[in-house]
């Protein structure tokens, strides 16, 4: 009898384990299908609203190397460093005397932080001044008709290589102390001049439809903004160097572009689980990746 109870009791496990199992398979079935079929639901309605999610659609166009600047400028932030050694003892950006009072940062003959006096013009003005050649080399970068970081598209999220991108902000810093600094010497041709390369620098980041890209733009942008405000502080400004700094302003569409962005991502975000879908070796990648990246962040 106690062997038959134990038989009756095993195979009442075994049934309720296959059900189990069954219900599981079931289960994996129909999230399956389910998360197909919304996904074709998703894509068919951004079709329909003639929205594009494919990254061949959306990659721009790669122009040739003497029509892009952004090796002009990465090769030019390589030679500021050792050329301006005191960029970083400019006067103060984007700081404030009391609330709502920003400080006109050209006007000041002597600076610091924390009350103490720290800081001049002897120092990184002359080396501006020696650095003439290569802000000349800064004007002509930003003329170039085209701005393309190389980043391969079609690589996308599963092997994701990106140039140096943040050494673009260093022109963009430069030209900001050049404009301050001949504002405060009253030469204001020279700081239009330097003023407007620096915010068609930001304008011709445009075609990047990466949002760290965008981030890196905005930065740019914001230094152009605050040096624009600086401008105006300054009396003597005739209508045709308004008109250059409003024309050069007008060319900035930074919503759009982030817009663009965000689709490329959504693009690149679908591409990236095709790509691991049908390749083992690129899931491992990412895999591997991700593991990588959660040792350096500590998860």
């Not at 009898?1 to 398979?25: E, N, P, S």
């Not at 140096?164 to 301050?180: C, H, M, N, Q, Y």
């Not at 900035?252 to 689709?263: L, P, R, T, V, Y």
């Amino acid at each position: 009898m106690y062997d038959i109870a134990v038989k009756r009791w095993l195979k009442r496990i075994g049934f309720c384990a296959a059900g189990l199992a069954l219900l599981l398979l079931v289960f994996v079935a129909e999230e399956h299908t389910r998360g197909r079929w919304a996904l074709n639901r998703n894509l068919s309605r951004l079709k329909a609203n003639g929205e594009d999610y494919l990254v061949a659609a959306l990659e721009p166009r790669h122009p040739p190397g003497n029509h892009n600047s952004f090796a002009d400028l990465t090769d030019i932030a390589d030679q500021l460093d050792p050329m301006v050694k005191h960029m970083d003892d400019a006067p103060p950006s984007l700081r404030f005397a009391v609330t709502g009072k920003e400080i006109v940062a050209w006007r000041l003959n002597q600076w610091g932080r924390n009350t103490r006096i720290t800081n001049d013009w002897s120092r990184l003005g002359p080396e501006l001044d020696e650095a003439r050649d290569l802000l000349d080399l800064l004007h002509t970068a930003v003329q170039k008709p085209a701005y393309d970081s190389g980043f391969d598209y079609k690589k996308g999220f599963v092997d994701f290589q990106l140039g140096s991108l943040g050494k673009v902000k260093r022109p963009a810093e430069i030209l900001k102390d050049a404009a301050l600094y001949e504002m405060h010497r009253g030469n204001l041709d020279a700081a239009g001049g330097h003023l407007c390369a620096m915010v068609k620098l930001s304008s011709d980041q445009s075609p990047e439809p990466l949002v760290i890209c965008q981030l890196v733009r905005d930065a740019c942008a914001t230094m152009a903004f605050d040096a624009t405000w600086q401008a105006l502080q300054a009396p003597g400004w005739n209508d045709a160097q308004l008109a250059a700094m409003q024309a050069a302003w007008e060319a900035c569409h930074f919503a759009k572009d982030m817009g663009s962005a965000m689709e490329m991502e959504r693009a690149l975000a679908f591409d990236f689980y095709e790509q691991i879908k049908s390749s083992k070796a690129k899931l491992a990648s990412a895999v591997n990746q991700r593991e990588a990246a959660d040792e350096v962040l500590g998860g």
